[in-house]
Nanobody, 123 residues
């Protein structure tokens, strides 16, 4: 059973930063890809970023490139999402997700999901 627990969400002003964390209870962490998705009110859940823990390869949504950085700590089975230059358009519930294999951007390709953490950016 894979469990993902996100933390680090909160309220921040436009231009501010937040770092999200996702702790994973995965026995062989290195074979997984970890991803971040977000869902704003009334919108579909969308891909944000993902990282393969075996190769280190990453992928980012165009809307966050240059502002968000995904990173990992294999020893802690934890993936992070550093979010800089936040704007109200980034307001959403952010979800951590995991899948076996390489980086994918489709939410249906991820098997495991966290409960989500709210990020609110005020103008």
């Amino acid at each position: 059973q894979v469990q993902l627990v996100e933390s680090g969400g909160g309220l921040v002003q436009t231009g501010g930063s937040l770092r999200l964390s996702c702790a994973a209870s995965i026995r062989t962490f290195s074979v997984y890809t970890m991803g971040w998705f977000r869902q704003a009110p009334g919108k579909e859940r969308e891909f944000v970023a993902a990282m393969s823990f075996s190769t280190g390869s990453t992928n980012y949504a165009d809307s966050v490139k240059g502002r968000f950085t995904i990173s990992r700590d294999n020893a802690k089975n934890t993936v992070y999402l550093q979010m800089n230059s936040l704007s109200p358009g980034d307001t959403a519930v952010y979800y951590c997700a995991a899948r076996l294999g390489g980086v994918r951007i489709g939410r249906s390709e991820y098997n495991y999901w966290g409960q989500g953490t709210q990020v609110t950016v005020s103008s």
